[in-house]
Protein backbone atom coordinates (compact mmCIF):
# COMPACT_ATOMS: atom_id res chain seq x y z
CA UNK A 1 0.00 0.00 0.00
CA UNK A 2 1.43 3.49 -0.81
CA UNK A 3 0.96 6.09 1.34
CA UNK A 4 1.27 9.97 0.16
CA UNK A 5 1.65 12.87 1.05
CA UNK A 6 -1.29 15.55 0.49
CA UNK A 7 -0.59 19.01 -0.82
CA UNK A 8 -3.58 21.33 -1.56
CA UNK A 9 -2.40 23.99 -4.00
CA UNK A 10 -3.72 27.59 -4.44
CA UNK A 11 -6.75 27.20 -6.69
CA UNK A 12 -8.25 23.84 -4.06
CA UNK A 13 -8.13 26.43 -1.32
CA UNK A 14 -9.61 29.45 -2.50
CA UNK A 15 -12.52 26.61 -3.78
CA UNK A 16 -13.11 25.20 -0.43
CA UNK A 17 -13.38 29.08 0.71
CA UNK A 18 -15.63 29.82 -2.32
CA UNK A 19 -18.09 26.87 -0.98
CA UNK A 20 -17.16 27.90 2.58
CA UNK A 21 -18.82 31.38 2.25
CA UNK A 22 -21.86 29.74 -0.09
CA UNK A 23 -22.67 27.39 2.73
CA UNK A 24 -22.16 29.97 5.15
CA UNK A 25 -24.18 32.31 3.68
CA UNK A 26 -27.38 29.25 3.78
CA UNK A 27 -26.87 28.97 7.79
CA UNK A 28 -24.98 29.94 10.48
CA UNK A 29 -21.76 27.16 11.02
CA UNK A 30 -22.72 25.86 7.86
CA UNK A 31 -19.78 27.15 6.14
CA UNK A 32 -17.73 25.78 8.34
CA UNK A 33 -19.07 22.58 8.76
CA UNK A 34 -18.27 22.42 5.08
CA UNK A 35 -14.59 23.29 5.37
CA UNK A 36 -14.06 20.50 8.23
CA UNK A 37 -15.62 18.09 6.12
CA UNK A 38 -13.90 18.96 2.77
CA UNK A 39 -10.41 19.00 4.78
CA UNK A 40 -11.31 15.53 6.14
CA UNK A 41 -11.77 14.30 2.67
CA UNK A 42 -8.65 15.73 1.28
CA UNK A 43 -6.78 14.21 4.42
CA UNK A 44 -8.23 10.65 3.15
CA UNK A 45 -5.90 11.05 0.17
CA UNK A 46 -3.17 9.91 2.34
CA UNK A 47 -4.25 6.52 2.18
CA UNK A 48 -6.70 6.18 -1.21
CA UNK A 49 -4.84 8.74 -3.69
CA UNK A 50 -5.11 7.35 -6.93
CA UNK A 51 -7.57 4.62 -6.68
CA UNK A 52 -10.47 7.42 -8.09
CA UNK A 53 -11.84 7.34 -12.02
CA UNK A 54 -10.01 10.09 -13.50
CA UNK A 55 -11.81 12.78 -15.68
CA UNK A 56 -10.20 15.43 -17.83
CA UNK A 57 -6.42 14.01 -16.60
CA UNK A 58 -7.15 13.94 -13.10
CA UNK A 59 -8.32 11.27 -10.01
CA UNK A 60 -11.81 12.64 -8.98
CA UNK A 61 -13.03 11.52 -5.65
CA UNK A 62 -16.64 12.24 -4.77
CA UNK A 63 -17.73 13.84 -1.42
CA UNK A 64 -19.91 12.23 0.86
CA UNK A 65 -21.49 15.17 2.80
CA UNK A 66 -21.86 17.68 -0.36
CA UNK A 67 -22.22 17.95 -3.79
CA UNK A 68 -18.92 18.61 -4.64
CA UNK A 69 -15.47 16.59 -5.94
CA UNK A 70 -11.99 16.74 -5.34
CA UNK A 71 -9.76 16.71 -8.44
CA UNK A 72 -5.79 15.65 -7.70
CA UNK A 73 -2.91 13.95 -9.35
CA UNK A 74 -0.05 11.92 -8.26
CA UNK A 75 3.34 13.37 -8.57
CA UNK A 76 6.04 11.43 -6.96
CA UNK A 77 5.17 10.20 -3.78
CA UNK A 78 2.21 13.22 -3.52
CA UNK A 79 -1.43 13.74 -4.08
CA UNK A 80 -1.85 17.23 -5.30
CA UNK A 81 -5.19 18.41 -5.03
CA UNK A 82 -6.00 21.04 -7.55
CA UNK A 83 -9.55 21.62 -7.44
CA UNK A 84 -12.46 21.05 -5.18
CA UNK A 85 -15.26 21.71 -7.36
CA UNK A 86 -19.10 22.01 -6.58
CA UNK A 87 -20.65 19.00 -9.11
CA UNK A 88 -24.04 21.10 -9.37
CA UNK A 89 -22.22 22.71 -11.95
CA UNK A 90 -22.28 21.99 -15.92
CA UNK A 91 -19.43 19.58 -16.87
CA UNK A 92 -17.86 22.14 -19.60
CA UNK A 93 -17.19 24.91 -16.20
CA UNK A 94 -15.51 21.50 -14.51
CA UNK A 95 -13.00 21.10 -17.93
CA UNK A 96 -12.43 24.80 -17.80
CA UNK A 97 -11.04 25.04 -14.42
CA UNK A 98 -9.33 21.59 -14.46
CA UNK A 99 -7.23 22.76 -17.64
CA UNK A 100 -6.67 25.77 -16.35
CA UNK A 101 -4.83 24.04 -13.24
CA UNK A 102 -2.72 21.67 -15.55
Same mark, same amino acid.
Given at each position: ????????? &??????? &???????????????????????????????????????????????????????????? &??????????????????????????
Amino acid at each position: MNLYTVITT &EFALNDL &ESGRDFYEKQAPKLGDYFFDAMVTEIESLHLYAGIHVKEYGFYKMLTKRFPYAIHDDIVS &EMARVVAVLDQRSRPMYTYTELNTRN
